[in-house]
């Protein structure tokens, strides 16, 4: 599974931007969990927001209320929205993906500690 980002950019404290990641290189009837992270002023790298193979949403505390995860048109895309940004939201954001485990007959996402693709990254920079 391939994942490529895009969207990055600088804003000013309030903005907005909107990042997508398109995931390819698998067999589309399959599912996927896939999310958001974000490296922030050198910190270990953070789930900011996830999304579930069955549509359902998760956001990190700094995030909530303000970052919104959605599928794309194409099942294979993810979208964030991020709104009234912050200067420290600036970082490196990445989107992370891994297939779900099959439970008691349910797909079940893993912890994102063990999720096994990543793109490269896409930078945000909010100025103050």
């Known amino acids: 599974v391939q994942l490529t980002e895009s969207g990055g950019g600088s804003v000013t404290s309030g903005g907005s931007l909107r990042l997508s990641c398109v995931a390819s290189?698998?067999?589309?009837?399959?599912?996927?969990?896939m999310g958001w992270f974000r490296e922030v002023n050198g910190k270990e790298r953070e789930g900011i927001a996830l999304l579930g193979s069955d549509g359902t949403s998760s956001y990190g505390e700094s995030v909530k209320g303000r970052f919104t995860i959605s599928q794309g048109n194409a099942k294979n895309t993810v979208i964030l929205q991020m709104n009234s940004l912050k200067p420290e939201d600036s970082g490196l954001y990445s989107c992370?993906?891994?297939?779900?485990?099959?439970?008691?007959?349910?797909?079940?996402?893993?912890?994102?500690?063990?999720?096994?693709?990543w793109g490269q990254g896409t930078q945000v920079t909010v100025a103050s």
């Open positions: 992370g993906a891994e297939h779900p485990n099959w439970i008691d007959g349910a797909y079940t996402c893993p912890p994102t500690e063990i999720y096994g693709f």
């Open positions: 290189g698998y067999t589309s009837s399959d599912n996927l969990c």
